[in-house]
């Protein structure tokens, strides 16, 4: 008995330690579980872990590659939640500011990327991406494909719907590497890019492109494979569209009708008015089939991109070789927009519209002017649709 009573004593630290170390190893256990259920992006309602884009754009300095932000004084997981929670708001204003800017002026300079899908059946495929690329996975490639034009025929909606895709990643601003940067060379350009997965297709869009001369045989010298993608819209709205774009900066220009014309008198169109000029399309178009096939350019149609978001889109996930997930469950009409819209944004999971620089009221055109144009870009309409064999409806 007195040895028992006398042993009971010593016996005991021994479980308690062990308990103690139990607990320790269950708290790191699930703190662990818990970093990594961040890391999975599951922990907040935020779509996903953002990367910042290759090269900073004039919004984003220093954001290269790498998580942004951090918070020295929070625990390692919330840290990171904050980081995250941080980026998207940063990447949400950058693009909010790109798209504010008019389009086809910004500078180059990267811009917003992102990983992961947002909206329907790419969820799972663009969580394991993200964090595929969270974990610094993927390298920066030259684009695969390119949307090269045309100005103001929709590019912008064309590449922002189609970043809802898992397997596509694109440069937000536009590069204007073939045309403006040329000199910068290739590992500049491809230093803007977002880092891919294999499988993941590069891409920017930059629609000045299509009407740059040296542009064709500068992207087939970077890659003859490159797939090519023009949004085009019936040359008159888009001749308007353009001028609206230019009123909305400088207030004072002339009328549109009296930029439209040499010699009004006469009726005489102004052919060197960069307005009209981007609109005559199968003349531009000439200049690239010199050095693509035709297989290789697939022609999207801008009205069909308002009226058949989802139809378009098909088309072109086909074209890229993707799995057709971006459907019409991905879009719904925004009435007050007047325009179709996203669902869920990209990283989050709200609706998302484009800016208020897309959609834009344009100024009521003298309809005589409105006709004589139609009456000159007939010929041209024709002859494209001809070479694209394609009816795009314009006349
Ligand atoms: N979903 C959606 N939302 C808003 N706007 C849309 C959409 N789809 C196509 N569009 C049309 O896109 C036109 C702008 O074309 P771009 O993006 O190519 O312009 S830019 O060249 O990049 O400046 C823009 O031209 P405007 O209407 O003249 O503003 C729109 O008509």
Redo the contacts with the bound molecule.
């Keep these: 008995m007195a040895v028992s009573a006398a042993a009971a004593p010593a016996a005991e630290p021994l479980p308690r330690s062990i308990f103690k170390k139990f607990l320790v190893m269950l708290c790191s256990l699930l703190m662990s579980l818990y970093v990594f259920y961040c890391l999975a992006d599951r922990c907040q309602t935020l779509p996903g872990p953002i990367i910042a884009a290759g090269a900073a754009s004039e919004e984003d300095e220093g954001g290269g590659g790498e998580f942004l932000g951090g918070s020295a004084e929070l625990p390692p997981w919330q840290a990171a939640a904050a980081r995250r929670k941080r980026l998207l708001q940063r990447l949400k204003q950058r693009r909010r500011r790109q798209e504010a800017a008019?389009?086809?002026e910004v500078p180059a300079g990267g811009g917003g990327s992102r990983a992961g899908g947002s909206g329907g059946g790419g969820g799972s495929a663009g969580t394991a991406g993200t964090l595929a690329l969270l974990l610094g996975e993927g390298s920066k490639r030259l684009p695969q494909a390119i949307i090269i034009g045309v100005?103001?025929?929709?590019?912008?909606?064309l590449l922002e719907f189609l970043r809802v895709h898992p397997d596509v990643r694109a440069v937000g601003a536009e590069p204007h590497f073939f045309d403006r940067n040329y000199e910068r060379g290739l590992a500049w350009y491809r230093d803007l890019m977002p880092r891919t997965l294999e499988g993941q297709i590069t891409m920017e869009k930059t629609?000045s492109y299509f009407v740059t001369k040296e542009a064709p045989a500068r992207i087939s010298s970077m890659s003859k494979g490159t797939k090519l993608i023009v949004?085009v819209r019936d040359p008159v709205t888009r001749a308007i569209?353009d001028y609206?774009?230019t009123l909305s900066k400088k207030p004072d220009i002339p009328t549109f009708e009296s930029l439209t014309f040499k010699n009004r008198t006469t009726g005489l169109i102004d052919t060197s008015w960069s307005a009209i000029q981007i609109g005559i399309y199968a003349k531009h178009l000439e200049n690239w089939l010199l050095y693509f096939p035709i297989g290789q350019i697939l022609f999207v149609s801008?009205e069909r991109?308002?009226s058949d978001?989802a139809g378009e889109l098909g088309r072109v996930q086909d074209f890229l070789g993707l799995k057709r997930i971006i459907t019409d469950k991905h879009f719904y009409f925004n009435k007050t927009?007047g325009?179709?819209?996203l669902k869920k944004a990209e990283g989050s999971s709200k609706p998302h519209?484009?800016g208020k620089?897309?959609?834009?009221t344009?100024p009521d055109i003298d309809q005589e002017v409105v006709q004589r144009l139609r009456d000159f870009y007939r010929p041209f309409n024709m002859k494209f649709y001809q070479m694209t064999g394609q009816d795009f409806g314009w006349d």
């Design positions: 008019p389009g086809a100005k103001k025929g929709g590019t912008r909606a629609p949004v569209s609206t774009q801008g991109m308002i978001p927009k325009f179709p819209c519209c484009l620089t897309k959609g834009r344009h």
